[in-house]
């Protein structure tokens, strides 16, 4: 047990903050929690030790976040018709200004009383050093020495100039996003500018319980624990005067002011989810090759899609055609959802797709169902086996995890039977490019025996990782039962069937 004092409350940084603060990824800094590198305290990381691992903190450094934000913003197709969120409206950036001048001056008239305090503390050892005898006086007067270089010490040391450099930044990213803790389960994000706090956690991955997302239904309820939030929409949906007393509010309707703890609902399993019918409309049917569509579908703003990552919805055409595909796009964006589609001449739906399909049309979602989803609290590394098709929900689990930023490190090995079948090679390839902790090995094979040969030399320990493995039932057997004799416990192991 560390014999080092808790610092205060107030030095103490949230794991996302700190990463924010340090411009890295929350994964790096569990990483080196778990190596020993940092000393935390309760789960939070102090300011002083932040600056002790990343001492040239600066206002500019980003790099590493901005290139996990890039991939984010790269992972997530803007919702149509919406509009920049980045910088916070003037009404709410003068409200955060407010709130953290208010801060700040408590802050200063703390200190100018400590100041006080240690002020009289000196004049009483001084008039008890006048009237002891010579021995008590001496070491009084090295006390009153030791105080008073102390004092001095705190006003020079380089230290200072560093905790000064990362309040600044702490109080600059404050006003530029508000930080949101949800309980019970802990989870963190950020409300970006003057985005709505429903809108920033589905940004950021998490499920929220929502309905229609425009202020009627009331499902997006939260109780404001701390912190203060700003109505940004009217909503029909009417708080009880008792709701407004305990501090509940409508997710989809304020915005963050302030840091924020919120008691929220959320869902943590599939089971939470409920079934969904979706009158959505085509935005496009873009074609990768001859034979492979993506087809692009847009909700209406009141009827997100809430589904988890790996999941499927039976999509219904206007002429009846239907099927159930997965969905290939992250839940962070649920309003536009991408679906793979290979042409078929025996597939009624895929015909429709290719030859009668058109921007605008209806098209019925209804969902979502599967159980092929991420361990979403599980920070060991990933490792993503796809075999052909299965790329579609392995690209959502990917994208949802980097959206949620707690996996360590991702493998993803991807194996089709023809060169031209890898339609998602540059998403695969960027994500490799702006990620130090991705990885990413084609394979053209369909024997599974050939990928884990490949697997087997990357990645010689297999212990200590999750793996997601999806494809025909030989393949996904054979790499089950490959894992199983490394030494891989079954719970680490999730996989999906092609039927």
Known sequence: MSTRPDPGASSLLTLTRAARLAGVNRAELQRRIRRGEIETFEGRISATELLRLYPQIQLSDDQELARVERIKAEATPRRGGDTDTTLPSPEILVARLRAISEVLTNKVVSLEALEGLLDELAMRIAALAE?????????????????????????????????????????????????????????????????????????????????????????????????????????????????????????????????????????????????????????????????????????????????MAGQRVQLTLEDGSRAERYVAS?????????????????????????????????????????????????????????????????????????SIDTIEAFHLYWAVARPEDHHQGHWGRALKESLDNFHFTPLVTERAEDLLVTLEADLPDASGMRYYVIGPAAQVAAVRARLAERGVAAELVRAEILE
């Open 330 to 402: 992250c839940p962070c964006n649920g309003r536009n959802l991408q679906f793979f589609v290979a042409r078929r001449p025996d597939d009624p739906f895929a015909v429709t797709v290719f030859d009668h399909t058109h921007h605008g049309q209806l098209i019925e979602v209804r969902g979502p169902t599967g159980t092929f989803v991420l361990a979403e609290d599980a920070p060991e590394p990933a490792v993503f086996i796809a075999f052909g098709e299965g790329i579609a929900p392995v690209k959502s689990l990917i994208e949802h995890a980097v």
């Open 131 to 307: 009237g002891a005898s010579p021995a008590l006086a001496g070491r009084l007067d090295g006390l009153l020495a030791w105080l008073a270089a102390n004092r001095e010490d705190l006003q020079t040391h380089p230290g200072v100039e560093s905790q000064s450099r990362l309040l600044a930044r702490d109080t600059f990213l404050r006003i530029m996003a508000a930080h949101i803790k949800l309980i019970p389960s802990g989870h963190e994000f950020f409300v970006e500018g003057s985005e709505s706090i429903l809108d920033a956690s589905v940004r950021a991955g998490l499920n929220l319980s929502y309905g229609c997302s425009s202020g009627n239904c009331g499902t997006c309820k939260a109780r404001i624990v701390s912190g203060e939030v700003r109505k940004i929409r009217e909503h029909d949906y009417v708080l009880s005067e008792r709701e407004k007393q305990m501090g509940y509010c409508l997710a989809c309707s304020n915005t963050a002011v302030t840091d924020l703890v919120l008691e929220a609902a959320e869902a943590v399993s599939v089971a939470d989810l409920p079934p969904q019918e979706i009158r959505a409309s085509v935005r496009k049917v873009e074609r990768l090759t001859p034979d492979l569509a993506v087809l692009h579908v847009q909700t209406p703003r009141t009827q997100t899609l809430r589904y």
